[in-house]
Every structure is written in C-alpha cells, then in structure tokens.
C-alpha cells in the first residue's frame, strides 16, 4: 500500500496540472481537506494507542491485586486449617463458612497448641504467594523464596516497575530487592 502523504503529493501534481485555475484551486482545496483530516486521524490513533496501553496496564494492575487477595484467603485458609488439625466440624462447605467454624472452634479452647502454631507458621511460610512474613526473612538474607513464591513475585514486580523491566533484569537485582519492592508496595497500598 502506498504512503498517504505520497499519495497526497501525487494528487497535488495531477491538480497543478489541471488546465484552469479555478479548477487548480478547488483540486488544491479538496486536497488540503483531506491532509488535515489524516492528520487528525493519525493523532487519534496515536491517543487511542496510548488509551489501549494505559487500559492494559490498569488491567493487569487490576489482576495483580486479585490474584493478590486470592492467595491471601487461601494461605489464611490453608494456616487456619493447620492451626486447627483436631477440628472436627464442617469442611465440606463454602470455605469462609468453614474457616468461620474454625475460629468458633479455636477460640473456644483454652490452650495454644504449639503444634498447630508452627504447623500454621510453615504454612504461611510456604504459602505460593508471599505474605509479610516471607519477603521479611528475604530481605534480612534469612531464607530464600520458594520456586512458587519467586514466579509470582517476579510477575508483581513486572507490574509493579510498569513492564519497564524484563524478567531476567528483575531476578539480576536479587531476591532481598525483590521482596523490598513487593513489601513497599504491600504497605502502600494498606495505607
């Protein structure tokens, strides 16, 4: 397909060559039209370029903060369920039911069993989405991210940084900058 400004040079000719002025001016005219009006369309695709980037990035900010608050319930869920391994009640229902239960069930028990306690410790732990915790003992160099916990991190942190960096320049940085970017990141948007 042709350029449209070669395009318009080549219409401009053909209008010189016209054999009346008259004729000239109005082939000029129509012409001077049409080169304002691609030019108007250009910026708008331009803008609506810049509208679909803007869109694409609140999306997937969007998905960051569900799959966020995803992984939450369900390391809350999964440490409540190893805080409460004795609980005999209802497990086959609606999970927030069932984790509901689980509280009932916990504090109407005296005792703290230390067990349970590191048993819902580890669980936190080695959730695949790292809580507070985790990028904490990252941070201060006291453990490392599990494989699930470094995917998921490395994707938030490419959110996080605006797609400016690549996967490869992210894990370069290291894991303790890795969980201080996501950690800052967790406290601002608490705030």
Not at 19 to 38: C, D, F, H, Y
Not at 89 to 104: K, W
Not at 127 to 136: D, K, N, R, Y
């Amino acid at each position: 397909m042709n350029d449209p400004r070669t395009l318009l040079d080549t219409l401009r000719k053909c209008a010189l060559d016209a054999p009346s002025m008259q004729a000239r001016e109005a082939w000029l005219g129509q012409i001077e039209v049409l080169a304002k009006t691609l030019d108007t369309q250009a910026a708008r695709i331009e803008r609506l370029g810049q509208d679909v980037e803007a869109a694409e990035h609140a999306r997937d900010t969007a998905s960051l903060a569900r799959m966020r608050v995803v992984g939450q319930l369900s390391t809350l869920q999964k440490t409540l369920a190893a805080a409460t391994p004795e609980f005999q009640g209802d497990t086959d229902n609606d999970p927030q039911h069932v984790a509901l239960r689980r509280i009932e069930w916990l504090t109407s028990r005296t005792g703290v069993d230390p067990a349970a306690a590191e048993a819902a410790k580890e669980a936190e732990m080695e959730a695949p989405m790292p809580g507070q915790a985790v990028l904490e003992a990252v941070i201060a160099g006291q453990r490392h991210f599990t494989k699930p916990q470094l995917e998921f991190s490395v994707s938030e942190a490419i959110v996080l940084t605006g797609w400016e960096m690549t996967p490869v320049e992210i894990m370069a940085k290291g894991e303790p900058w890795l969980a201080e970017l996501i950690l800052k990141n967790h406290v601002a948007s608490a705030e």
